[in-house]
């Protein structure tokens, strides 16, 4: 029997939030909410507001250096347009949940939150329609539509009346289900509805679609509503090809190939059995007619106001200046931070310290001053491009990697976690100077938005 490390759901969740994060919308509804496992994580104020500068640093090319391809500087920016989150459940218990979840996912102090941002919990089923959905960039529905007795108006209400830029479907892929349940054939719950003879995984599943039963109700929706469509999915085992074993969880990505206009609002449309496949047909043709016009009942609402901490500094004219208190501040953290200083090898009134440039970047209030762009930081280190191993004596370690260093005793290297260590590398910020205590950080004052 498989199991998942790290768990199917958790993939899950890191595969929508990657394509969310190359899509950058600023409204995001999610269908089906439940408890609030992805709510959680898409309230939680975003870290980094940009790409980490790579183009100054030719040794830091993914594949080029020691850093694993996942490192945190290769990562994409975090969502930081978004303004409007909603989830939809027709679960009160599973709302209640999801409230607590957000409230617990904002920690045990305000972290710097860029932009103002509402969180909606509407409580009914995704078919009470209602106007505010209309138009929203993206629309999320994980692990949904296999829930749902009568499909027909999934794809007319999401696509077809709510017009959103994005839609992302994940469902499980029923050729899997052997990977799960061997001895049973193909997973542990026979087809409660009786029209096949099939075995899920969940007793609340009305169906599960192969691969090819999913692909093409897709394509024959997003034909039918203007949208193209791709596939992808997370948890596969053995070989990498789908057909030789599927994922685990297989989902689409609808995007909309048109721009809505004044007159794009909540039409009715009728259900469609477009795209559905044939065991389906008997029971999308029973669908009753939803008119528009109603509305979800508000669960639970709330705002997060912008809470930024920002340099006397405001005007581009003080950029220079601005630049200068961000450095005095990373000087300040490491005085308080770094580990203990070493003296250097060759010359006893040197010492050496160093932190991992994380730690300097995940530090509120330096993220705050540099206005959660990590950029801002790497400038006012007034880090150059270096590829001279031997600028520094760091006790003439040869596992140290020279990426960028200045003029005043910082230097961005790439070396091991720890003794023994060599196949962890990590990025750090390493501090050389004289054996005295560093200088104080210029003053700063904070202003919340």
Known sequence: MVTFDPPLWLQRQAWILELLRKHQPSSIVDVG??????????????????????HPFPSLTRGACPLPSHHWIYSDADLSCLTSLIGVDIDARALAAARTAILAAQGYRPMPRWIPFTVHLLHASFDTLDHRLVGCDAIVATEVIEHLADISKFAPILLGMYKPKLLIITTPDYNFNVNFHPE??????????????RRFRHDDHKFEWTSQEFQQYCNGVASEHGYTVSFGGVGSVGPTSPEDSPFATQGAIFERGHQLTSRDTLQQESPSECGLPAFLFPQSSTASHHEPGGALT??????????TQRTICHEEQDKVEKLRV?????????????????????ASHITVSRLLLWSVWIDDPIRALCGGRVGVLIDALQLLPSSDVGLLDFQLQPNHIVVASDGSHLHLIIAPLGEGDEENFDLWLYRSGAAQPPTEASEWTYETD
């Open 33 to 54: 909410c439940g408890e609030g496992s992805l709510l959680s994580a898409l309230c939680r104020p975003p870290l980094q507001r940009d790409v980490f500068p790579l």
């Open 184 to 197: 049973l054939g193909a997973g542990g719950f026979s087809d409660p509805t009786g029209r096949t003879d």
């Open 298 to 307: 508000t669960f639970w609402t709330r705002r997060f106001d912008s809470h």
């Open 326 to 346: 961000v450095k005095s501040a990373v000087l300040q953290f490491f005085a308080e931070e770094a580990e203990a200083p070493v003296l250097s090898a060759k």
